[in-house]
């Protein structure tokens, strides 16, 4: 069964940094585009950033210019690197393997999710 664990987050002032990290005990993961998303109390889950197997990445408006996603084949990790924090970044933050299409689509199920809460 696949699974991902994430960590990395945590409390941080608003303008600070965090780096999450999410390890896929998935396999062919040097194959599958990966996503970072996040999940605000009372919100739906959103899309944060994808990157793909070839390492071409995107990002959703809100986070674009402050979040970077990476990727090391060779651990079976995926990162997100977050500067400039806001309070609105807060949120439950999770990893998937995903399906980039017209839309892009969750493959797997979730894992626990990491923590990011920013204070103001």
């Known amino acids: 069964q696949v699974q991902f664990v994430e960590s990395g987050g945590g409390l941080v002032q608003a303008g600070g940094s965090l780096r999450l990290s999410c390890a896929a005990s998935?396999?062919?993961?040097?194959?599958?585009?990966m996503g970072w998303y996040r999940q605000a109390p009372d919100k739906q889950r959103e899309l944060v950033a994808t990157?793909?197997?070839?390492?071409?990445?995107n990002y959703a408006d809100s986070v674009k210019g402050r979040f970077t996603i990476s990727r090391d084949n060779a651990k079976n990790t995926v990162y997100l690197q977050m500067n400039s924090l806001k309070p609105e970044d807060t949120a439950l933050y999770y990893c998937?393997?995903?399906?980039?299409?017209?839309?892009?689509?969750?493959?797997?199920?979730w894992g626990q999710g990491t923590q990011v809460t920013v204070s103001s």
């Open positions: 998935l396999s062919m993961f040097s194959n599958s585009a």
């Open positions: 990157i793909t197997r070839g390492g071409s990445t």
């Open positions: 998937n393997a995903v399906m980039i299409t017209a839309a892009t689509i969750p493959l797997r199920s």
